[in-house]
C-alpha cells in the first residue's frame, strides 16, 4: 500500500508547492513519472488480487506494459541518477585503489 501512498502524496505535494521552486518544462516530465510509478504498482497489486482469475492475463498484460514504460523512459528521467551515481562510486573506489597500490 506504500506503493501507492508514496507517489499519491507526491502528487499532491506537487499540486501544492510553491510554483517559484518548479521549472515550467519540467513539470509535465515530473509528474509522468510518479504516475507512472503509481500505475506500476496498482497493477501490480491488482494482478496479485487477480491470481487465478480470467482477468489475470489481462491485467499481467497492463503490468507488464507499465513496467515497460518505466524501464524505456529510465535514461531520460530522473531515476537515472542512481546509475549514474553507482558509476561514480565504482570509479572513485577504483581510482582510490590505485592511488594507494602507488603510494
Known amino acids: 500500500m ?7 502524496g507526491l502528487l499532491l505535494l506537487a ?6 521552486l518548479t521549472v515550467p ?7 509522468a513519472l510518479v504516475a507512472l510509478l503509481f500505475f506500476t ?5 491488482l494482478l496479485l488480487g487477480l491470481r487465478g482469475t480470467g482477468a489475470m492475463a ?10 515497460l514504460a518505466l ?3 529510465l535514461p ?4 537515472v541518477h542512481a546509475v549514474y551515481r553507482l558509476a ?10 590505485a592511488v594507494k597500490r602507488k603510494g
Open 2 to 8: 506504500g506503493l501507492l501512498a508514496g507517489p499519491a
Open 15 to 20: 499540486r501544492r508547492r510553491d510554483p517559484a
Open 25 to 31: 518544462a519540467q513539470a509535465g516530465l515530473d509528474a
Open 41 to 45: 504498482s496498482l497493477t501490480g497489486l
Open 58 to 67: 489481462l491485467m499481467l498484460v497492463a503490468h507488464l506494459g507499465f513496467v
Open 71 to 73: 524501464f524505456l523512459t
Open 76 to 79: 531520460y528521467g530522473k531515476l
Open 88 to 97: 561514480a562510486l565504482v570509479k572513485n573506489a577504483a581510482e582510490e585503489g
